[in-house]
């Protein structure tokens, strides 16, 4: 059974850093792997996604602040946010999709930026 793990979430303020890392273990052929974000109240949103080959895509609402990026040889995938807002607060969740199209969600990490 794979699994994920993320980890690098935190209170911030705005205009802050913060990155996130996801290493996933004992899943085979990995294809997709991306973030995505639940704010309170609010449904479970793409925030950016990123294929064994290096292409990426994004939410409109992080482009130009947020990086994703992943260490096939380590199985992790990182999430670079910068010039964080009040509105990125949410649970931070990775996602992976392996080449069977099986899919897998890690337990999430909480990111809060205060005002």
């Known amino acids: 059974q794979g699994q994920l793990v993320e980890s690098g979430g935190a209170l911030v303020q705005a205009g802050g850093s913060l990155r996130l890392s996801c290493v996933a273990s004992g899943i085979s052929f990995i294809n997709v792997m991306g973030w995505y974000r639940q704010a309170p109240g609010k449904e479970r949103e793409m925030v950016a996604t990123i294929t064994r080959g290096g292409s990426t895509a994004y939410a409109d609402s992080v482009k130009d602040r947020f990086t994703i990026s992943r260490d096939n040889a380590k199985n992790t995938l990182f999430l670079q946010m910068n010039s964080l807002k009040p509105e990125d607060t949410a649970v931070y969740y990775c996602?992976?999709?392996?080449?069977?199209?099986?899919?897998?969600w890690g337990q999430g990490t909480q990111v809060t930026v205060s005002s």
């Open positions: 996602n992976v999709v392996s080449f069977s199209g099986r899919l897998h």
